[in-house]
């Protein structure tokens, strides 16, 4: 089945525009796009980064003895349960969604029980349960790949290639001003330094798993996604033997468009001119700061250009 089984996993530091890409991808018509982020991850996951990135958001670590229902049980995947088994505390209760976890959960064992237990396996029957239970999805009838999205997952990009090896990872990156003046507008944010450690190492996952797998691991700027989603996106997809579509133009959910990304992510309006108002919402300090942390990938990415124009104001 895993082989058979063919994702796009995208993956983004916070607020760099995951959740923004993500909804751009929604509504395409070869598509199955995963309705909220698909956090993958067990407390299984134990290594050098688990100190540094919440187990949920990492690719999966399953136990030897579990059963497929411990298997799927072990799944964070808080977003999506979260909605489907407590929808009045979920940020997403406003939004349609006929889905049972329970009815997954059936789908999920099925297809385990057919192909063996694998983490291959098993994410491949996650994905694919989750459009069989949800039964108010918006199908096409030409939906041949599924798109899962989880935030620094991109660290774990050449565990997902090498099990599913059909698959693709997205690495989305933002330009470190506006990213973190979106990740100070969350309830408890991280320190400056702290989020700038993950910021780099994002980028430095992104940028070695781009020279391992060059036809499979791609790199997307957000900032390329505000401008231009249809040819930034677009030509991703061609990359993966799929069509270009005018839904690229519009962020969507389940097909529905949305006016603002937001609850989604921090991102409102996925335009330049907001995205650079965002960035400009920083004192001259933290600017210069930003700058000194990020400095060896500002030309790698093009940033550089930004920090030096006068649409990063130094006031």
């Known amino acids: 089945m895993s082989g058979e089984f063919r994702l796009l996993m995208l993956g983004a530091m916070y607020e760099n525009g995951g959740n923004t890409t993500h909804r751009f991808l929604d509504g395409h018509p070869q598509l199955f796009v995963y309705p909220f982020e698909s956090q993958p991850g067990t407390r299984l996951v134990n290594d050098h980064l688990s100190s540094m990135f919440p187990v949920k958001y990492r690719w999966p670590v399953f136990s030897l003895e579990a059963t497929p229902q411990e298997d799927y049980k072990a799944i964070i995947d808080e977003e999506c349960k979260v909605r489907a088994l407590t929808p009045k505390v979920s ?19 099925e297809h385990v029980l057919k192909t063996g237990r694998s983490r291959a396996n098993n994410m491949a029957a996650f994905y694919k349960a989750t459009f069989e239970a949800w039964k108010n999805f918006k199908r096409s009838g030409e939906e041949c790949v599924h798109v899962g999205y989880s935030p620094i997952i991109g660290v774990d990009s050449d565990k997902i290639l090498n099990d599913l090896p059909t698959s693709h990872v997205l690495h989305i990156v933002r330009n470190p001003w506006s990213a973190y003046a979106d990740t100070k507008k969350r309830p408890v944010p991280l320190s400056l330094n702290h989020y700038m450690l993950g910021w780099t190492l994002n980028q430095y996952h992104a940028l070695m798993f781009k020279e391992k797998y060059p036809d499979r691991m791609h790199i997307v700027r957000a900032e390329d996604v505000m401008s231009d989603s249809k040819k ?84």
Request: proline share 3%; net charge negative.
């Open 232 to 315: 930034a996106l677009g030509q991703v997809l061609e990359k993966m033997g799929l069509e270009s579509s005018d839904t690229l133009k519009t962020p969507t959910w389940n097909g529905s468009q949305l006016e603002e990304i937001y609850p989604w992510g921090t991102i409102r309006k996925a335009t330049p001119e907001a995205n650079i108002a965002t960035a400009n919402e920083l004192s001259k300090e933290e600017k210069e700061a930003i700058a000194a942390y990020t400095f060896q990938y500002l030309d790698v990415f093009d940033y550089k250009s930004i920090l030096n124009s006068k649409l990063l104001s130094r006031a």
């Open 91 to 109: 940020k997403f209760r406003h939004m349609e969604f006929d889905f049972s976890d329970e009815d997954r959960m059936k789908h999920y064992v």
